[in-house]
């Protein structure tokens, strides 16, 4: 199967997009939006979103489970080049991400998720990134000062840092690192249990140390990932292959 059939959220990170996306902790859909992930079923993932949307006013911790939704579709989206269909989420997703942070302005999560919002944006239009980039960062940069454990801002930060080029601060090194971090921090609070981003962090992982070079560990952790969920059709049939 194309690679582009997978949810693994495109985080388009100044002019670059990656696939790969973002979750931490147990959330009310997260059995439904596990099994989507695992086997690239992109109508069950986009059921979830429509059940969540349609449930009335919904509290703090499923507006940003919401968001988080949003987060992955757009990324698919962007992916598959429907970049109308995205746009109408990215509207959504902003409305959304600005209610949180209403509420919460201090929740690092909200604020990295903000600075991807606007990094599709940019996506949508490559003549803003000089001035959506350099926001783009500084919210991420932003989200891990408020909270350094913060799984979502250590995940986009080491994106970040992987994707930028040098010139502009890119740093691959500490890309990777970062990534490291954050499935560290979902081990040490116990959130890697079926959660489907903690299997997207560790093929972030692996894809990130083979185009390092280093292919033995890129080997070690497709097989961790595969001895945890034998069923992750992408990694199993596809990457580890490879």
């Keep these: 199967m194309e690679r582009k059939k997978y949810i693994l959220t495109a985080l388009c990170i100044l002019l670059h997009i990656l696939y790969g996306v973002t979750l931490s902790g147990q959330k ?13 079923d992109m109508a069950k993932w986009e059921n979830v979103i429509g059940t969540l949307e349609n449930s009335g006013t919904p509290a703090i911790s499923q507006k940003f489970e919401l968001a988080e939704y949003y987060y ?9 080049g ?9 509207e959504k997703a902003d409305v959304l991400i600005e209610n949180i942070l209403k509420t919460e302005p201090d929740n690092a999560a909200a604020t990295s998720l903000k600075g991807i ?12 990134a000089p001035v959506l980039g350099p926001q783009c960062m500084r919210l ?3 989200a891990h000062s408020l909270d350094p454990s913060d799984v979502q ?13 040098a010139v502009f601060g890119g740093d691959k090194i500490k890309g990777i690192r970062y990534i490291y971090d954050a499935v560290r921090m979902m081990e040490e609070k116990k959130e890697s249990a079926g959660n489907w981003f903690y299997l997207n962090l560790l093929t972030m992982l692996a894809q990130y140390e083979a185009e390092s070079g280093s292919k033995e560990k890129a080997k070690e952790i497709y097989e961790k990932i595969l001895s945890i969920e034998p069923e992750f059709i992408w990694v199993r049939d596809e990457l580890y292959p490879q």
């Design 153 to 165: 801002a250590l995940s986009d930060l080491g994106n970040m840092y992987y994707h930028c080029p």
């Design 140 to 142: 991420i940069k932003k």
């Design 72 to 80: 992955a579709h757009i990324g698919y989206l962007l992916g598959m």
């Design 28 to 40: 009310q859909y997260s059995d439904e939006i596990y099994q989507a992930y695992i086997s690239g």
């Design 117 to 128: 919002f606007v990094a599709y944006r940019m996506e949508l239009n490559k003549l803003k």
């Design 82 to 90: 429907s970049k109308t269909e995205a746009k109408n989420y990215i």
